[in-house]
């Protein structure tokens, strides 16, 4: 099992609606957890941060952390052509250890 | 937040040749990230690079292959010595926000390396 798994994508989505991203991560001892979007041809930018169970929003954006079933997801509301990028997800997989274990990544498209 | 400037932003070098990337800061911090990105993958951590002592690689990554230094606490540079094409990647320099959550990290834009 890799340590932190999202599904690749490419995931399509109208404009205006709820584009929704999903994230599992193996080490049940992971305290933070984060979302950074990456356009084509340029570096990684932090969106998103959640460090406990529950719902973080900001903007158009919700973080959605739930630690028992290992899993993270971001929901972009009213999604515009702007959002197409590829969103990775990223975790702290063990306490008081600052390295952060990136995804893979998935592919966003907004369809006009 | 964090500037960091990388240079070179790309390059295209020689089998067994080496290559300095060097990163700057616009601000201390205390550690620097150096991340590999291989075309169509995600970011793989090299080697974290702490002012006055030695980096600290992950695994699958020795100091032979690519030697950071780290002279004080803006500035950065690491190596990619006895390339191969395989060493064709984006290489970033990365830092987390004073006192604050190292995964919060600000990127560089990266250095682009073509290996022929």
């Known amino acids: 099992q890799k340590e932190v798994e999202q599904n690749s994508g490419p995931l399509s989505v109208p404009e205006g609606a709820i584009a929704s991203l999903n994230c599992t991560y193996s080490?049940?001892?992971?305290?933070?957890f984060f979302w950074y979007r990456q356009y084509s041809g340029k570096s990684p930018e932090l969106i998103m941060s959640?460090?406990?169970?529950g719902d973080k929003e900001d903007g158009r954006f919700t973080a959605q952390l739930n630690k028992a079933s290992q899993y993270v997801s971001l929901l972009i509301r009213d999604s515009q052509p702007s959002d197409s990028a590829t969103y990775l997800c990223?975790?702290?997989?063990?306490?008081?250890?600052?390295?952060?274990?990136f995804g893979t990544g998935t592919r966003l498209t907004i369809i006009p | 937040s964090a500037v960091i400037s990388q240079k070179p932003s790309r390059d295209i070098c020689q089998r067994g040749t080496s290559l300095t990337i060097q990163c700057q800061v616009d601000?201390?911090?205390?550690?620097m990230f150096w991340y590999r990105q291989q075309p169509g993958q995600s970011l793989t951590l090299i080697a974290t690079?702490?002012?006055?002592?030695?980096?600290?690689?992950e695994s699958g990554f020795v100091i032979d292959k690519f030697p950071i230094s780290r002279p004080n606490l803006t500035f950065s540079t690491l190596t990619v010595s006895n390339m191969s094409p395989e060493d064709s990647s984006i290489y970033l320099c990365?830092?987390?926000?004073?006192?604050?959550?190292?995964?919060?990290?600000?990127f560089g834009e990266g250095s682009r390396l073509t290996v022929l």
């Open positions: 990365s830092v987390g926000p004073s006192g604050g959550n190292t995964g919060e990290l600000f």
């Open positions: 959640i460090y406990s169970n």
């Open positions: 990223a975790v702290n997989l063990n306490f008081g250890n600052e390295k952060l274990t």
């Open positions: 690079a702490n002012q006055g002592s030695e980096a600290t690689y």
């Open positions: 080490d049940r001892v992971s305290q933070s």
């Open positions: 601000s201390q911090v205390t550690m």
